[in-house]
């Protein structure tokens, strides 16, 4: 139990530090894009509930006899363009996430066959033909669970929150502070368990 324990640290250094840290330039350029894509969706969702009501306001107000004048076209523009901003910085993001992994990927096999080629005949043969294919594919979903699904996500979570707080803060400091506090709650409870499947994987 302990050497297992110390294989699964000695692999979690070996990913973090070897291969996220050399190329941290990319991780971080990487991590922007997904919070550039959300900040795009964000603001898609917040014009566009404000361009309902407002549109439901008016209607409303015409038909009680009020004289109402109401621009759609600066909306209707602004929608239009968080929403080709959101698809081209998905596109972005997934074109330029999954091109790390891959350059990670290089290394990994790399360094693997420089290992391998070290070995004897005999020690070869201790493993089947179809454990070593297992561990040759098993670091794809390492590194897609790693950087795509474990780090990046709640990275860019965080940044919509605070660029959140930050508006919300603008009418209200303690709704701001609340607003906070109720994310980071929902935060920490969705990653625990992401974490945890994981490791089990």
Same mark, same amino acid.
């Given at each position: 139990? @302990?050497? @297992?324990?110390?294989?699964?640290?000695?692999?979690?250094?070996?990913?973090?530090?070897?291969?996220?840290?050399?190329?941290?330039?990319?991780?971080?350029?990487?991590?922007?894009?997904?919070?550039?894509?959300?900040?795009?969706?964000?603001?898609?969702?917040?014009?566009?509930?404000?361009?309902?009501?407002?549109?439901?306001?008016?209607?409303?107000?015409?038909?009680?006899?009020?004289?109402?004048?109401?621009?759609?076209?600066?909306?209707?523009?602004?929608?239009?363009?968080?929403?080709?901003?959101?698809?081209?910085?998905?596109?972005?993001?997934?074109?330029?996430?999954?091109?790390?992994?891959?350059?990670?990927?290089?290394?990994?096999?790399?360094?693997?066959?420089?290992?391998?080629?070290?070995?004897?005949?005999?020690?070869?043969? @201790?493993?089947?033909?179809?454990?070593?294919?297992?561990?040759?594919?098993?670091?794809?979903?390492?590194?897609?669970?790693?950087?795509?699904?474990?780090?990046?996500?709640?990275?860019?979570?965080?940044?919509?929150?605070?660029?959140?707080?930050?508006?919300?803060?603008?009418?209200?400091?303690?709704?701001?502070?609340?607003?906070?506090?109720?994310?980071?709650?929902?935060?920490?409870?969705?990653?625990?368990?992401?974490?945890?499947?994981?490791?089990?994987?």
């Amino acid at each position: 139990m @302990k050497n @297992k324990r110390l294989n699964e640290v000695n692999s979690l250094r070996y990913w973090s530090i070897i291969l996220l840290w050399r190329h941290r330039n990319r991780v971080i350029i990487g991590a922007l894009l997904v919070f550039l894509t959300a900040a795009f969706a964000m603001a898609l969702l917040a014009l566009s509930g404000w361009f309902i009501t407002a549109t439901a306001l008016a209607g409303i107000s015409v038909a009680a006899g009020a004289m109402l004048a109401l621009d759609i076209y600066l909306p209707g523009s602004g929608i239009r363009f968080f929403a080709l901003g959101r698809t081209v910085s998905r596109y972005m993001e997934r074109l330029y996430n999954h091109d790390s992994v891959l350059r990670q990927l290089s290394l990994i096999r790399q360094q693997l066959f420089r290992g391998l080629s070290t070995f004897r005949a005999s020690e070869l043969k @201790k493993q089947t033909n179809a454990d070593w294919l297992s561990r040759l594919t098993a670091d794809l979903d390492s590194m897609d669970s790693l950087l795509l699904r474990l780090l990046l996500p709640p990275f860019a979570a965080v940044l919509g929150l605070i660029l959140l707080s930050l508006l919300v803060s603008l009418w209200s400091y303690t709704a701001a502070l609340f607003f906070i506090y109720f994310n980071l709650i929902l935060e920490l409870y969705d990653f625990h368990p992401v974490s945890s499947i994981t490791a089990k994987r």
